[in-house]
């Protein structure tokens, strides 16, 4: 397969929901962690954390790594809103034309999503019944996310969207729907499906011909459904240790990559194991906890990439 593995700073409960007061692993450390199990590309994390301009560009070039990508969420179904969040947008592309000025092997894709509600974001997987879209604001959704697509066009990448529990996009039928109606592809999230019903290996030959990236994640099902039965948000399944590492949970990963080989697929595979490290938790126990997961993600694409 051609396609390239690529870590993310969640798997080192890195991003915007990190606790406050939490100690976090430093950038190089993570960077130097990914470069050590293998991986070529890294995720771009929260605004700033890897650092901007040239210092980001070194950052990655001292440790032998390229961005894949990098979360951009908009609140698309809203026309004032999405507006308003235009600046952000333009800010986060300038970081990915920062990143690939050394002229990457592989560009990166800006990873758009939508900003969905804080009432989805509370029920997870159980958005058209708790907080159903209506045709109006889906057609702000589709034309918003054709015009944010044509931004980062724009700038010289291609845009691919992700599929996200908690948002207008989660199921299977909205990402159908979606689909259909806009000319950008799928970044396909292996546990946001498993959270909205869905299976990733009908993903693979459903959506198949339109999954320009990879988040890969294995998840423990059973932990899942515990925390979406008791009415846990997205805060709480990202704390519960749902996402574990490749061998742990319940994705056949066999059968799904050898689908996505089957496809040709050529793009970034982000290895992604969503965790959130708490104020009492040891950073340096967090951190080799977190460093044996992703040599042991990493081994387990071995035979595919």
């Known amino acids: 397969?051609?396609?390239?593995?690529?870590?993310?700073?969640?798997?080192?409960?890195?991003?915007?929901?990190?606790?406050?007061?939490?100690?976090?692993?430093?950038?190089?450390?993570?960077?130097?962690?990914?470069?050590?199990?293998?991986?070529?590309?890294?995720?771009?994390?929260?605004?700033?954390?890897f650092g901007r301009g040239a210092q980001l560009r070194s950052r990655l070039r001292s440790h032998g790594l390229e961005l894949a990508g990098g979360w951009v969420q908009l609140p698309f179904s809203d026309d004032e809103a999405f507006e308003a969040s235009l600046p952000e947008l333009r800010d986060?592309?300038?970081?990915?034309?920062?990143?690939?000025?050394?002229?990457?092997?592989?560009?990166?894709?800006?990873?758009?999503?939508?900003?969905?509600?804080?009432?989805?974001?509370?029920?997870?997987?159980?958005?058209?019944e708790v907080d159903p879209l209506a045709d109006?604001?889906?057609?702000?959704?589709?034309?918003?996310?054709?015009?944010?697509?044509?931004?980062?066009?724009?700038?010289?990448f291609e845009p691919t969207f992700h599929h996200h529990a908690g948002t207008f996009v989660e199921s299977p039928a909205e990402i159908d729907r979606f689909l259909a109606n806009v000319d950008v592809n799928l970044t396909l999230d292996t546990g946001h499906l498993f959270i909205a019903g869905g299976d990733p290996l009908d993903a693979v030959h459903r959506w198949g011909d339109r999954i320009n990236h990879l988040h890969l994640k294995d998840v423990n099902l059973a932990e899942l459904n515990r925390v979406l039965t008791a009415g846990g948000g997205m805060r709480e399944v990202w704390s519960s240790g749902s996402f574990v590492a490749f061998g742990e949970g319940d994705i056949d990963l066999t059968a799904v990559m050898d689908a996505v080989e089957t496809r040709g697929f050529d793009g970034w595979i982000v290895?992604?194991?969503?965790?959130?490290?708490?104020?009492?938790?040891?950073?340096?126990?967090?951190?080799?906890?977190r460093g044996a997961d992703q040599v042991r993600n990493r081994e387990a694409l071995r035979p595919w990439a």
Do not use: C, H
């Open 271 to 289: 290895v992604e194991q969503d965790v959130l490290n708490g104020p009492d938790v040891s950073i340096d126990t967090f951190r080799a906890a």
């Open 1 to 49: 397969m051609k396609a390239t593995v690529a870590g993310a700073p969640v798997s080192f409960g890195v991003f915007e929901l990190t606790p406050e007061g939490s100690e976090t692993i430093r950038p190089d450390d993570m960077l130097a962690t990914l470069a050590a199990s293998d991986y070529k590309g890294v995720d771009l994390g929260p605004a700033g954390f």
């Open 136 to 156: 109006a604001a889906w057609g702000r959704l589709l034309k918003n996310t054709e015009r944010a697509a044509a931004l980062v066009r724009a700038a010289g």
């Open 92 to 128: 986060a592309l300038r970081a990915f034309s920062e990143a690939a000025g050394d002229g990457p092997q592989r560009l990166p894709l800006p990873t758009l999503a939508d900003s969905g509600s804080a009432t989805r974001q509370g029920a997870p997987g159980r958005g058209a």
